[in-house]
T-cell receptor, first 113, second 115 residues
Framework: GEEVAQTPKHLVRGEGQKAKLYCAPI?????VFWYQQVLKNEFKFLIS????????ETGMPKERFSAKCLPNSPCSLEIQATKLEDSAVYFC???????????FGDGTRLSIL | AQSVSQHNHHVILSEAASLELGCNYS??????LFWYVQYPGQHLQLLLK??????LVKGIKGFEAEFIKSKFSFNLRKPSVQWSDTAEYFC?????????????FGTGTRLKVLA
């Protein structure tokens, strides 16, 4: 498609539950990026993919966060054993190359109660 | 470590006023520079980009930015703002380091334009 599609728009989970977010990049874009935005502040980089390979995961909290981009499937970001501080808007972006501007999705608002 | 600084966190202007939002980055190598805008309740949209060439770049909606390499700056300008420019503006830098592309975003500047 011509837009980055993120689902769901809103996700509510109790503390300790699992949360899974999805992102379909723009067709033909090889790079996918995940960001976390807490309280409308800065975008914290989490992880990027080049096709199905992890490109840069320096921002990922390794203990509970994981992500995948498998062929012919939306990319996913999964948080195990969620904590209150995981409440944020998670944005996905895609780019045709790593240097080109990123196209952002509408984000998934994750609320941990 | 690379970083992007946006010194103005909140800016309030009246319609027709001129706008300049500051953006400074710290990285000694080649960079690509971007300004994004996030309207209330919406996702980030690209305003303009600089890769090379003329350091004065023009973007959408009358915005422009000037890359000053010696100052590591990429300030955003608009001669006359409108109420509809109320939004959050993010400066971003793309660097290639250790074989990866890294995007670094500034903390954003919240602009409110009074009608």
């Amino acid at each position: 498609g011509e837009e980055v599609a993120q689902t769901p728009k809103h996700l509510v989970r109790g503390e300790g539950q699992k949360a899974k977010l999805y992102c379909a990049p723009i067709k033909g874009h090889s790079y996918v990026f995940w960001y976390q935005q807490v309280l409308k502040n800065e975008f914290k980089f989490l992880i990027s993919f080049q096709n199905e390979n992890v490109f840069d995961e320096t921002g990922m909290p390794k203990e509970r966060f994981s992500a995948k981009c498998l062929p012919n499937s939306p990319c996913s970001l999964e948080i195990q054993a969620t904590k209150l501080e995981d409440s944020a808007v998670y944005f996905c972006a895609s780019s045709p190359t790593g240097a080109q501007p990123q196209h952002f999705g509408d984000g998934t608002r994750l609320s941990i109660l | 470590a690379q970083s992007v600084s946006q010194h103005n966190h909140h800016v309030i202007l009246s319609e027709a006023a001129s706008l300049e939002l500051g953006c400074n980055y710290s990285y000694g190598g080649t960079v690509n520079l971007f300004w994004y805008v996030q309207y209330p309740g919406q996702h980030l949209q690209l305003l303009l980009k600089y890769f090379s060439g003329d350091p004065l770049v023009k973007g959408i909606k009358g915005f422009e930015a000037e890359f000053i390499k010696s100052k590591f700056s990429f300030n955003l300008r608009k001669p006359s703002v409108q109420w509809s420019d109320t939004a959050e503006y993010f400066c971003a830098v793309n660097v290639r380091t250790s074989g990866t592309y890294k995007y670094i975003f500034g903390t954003g500047t919240r602009l409110k334009v009074l009608a």
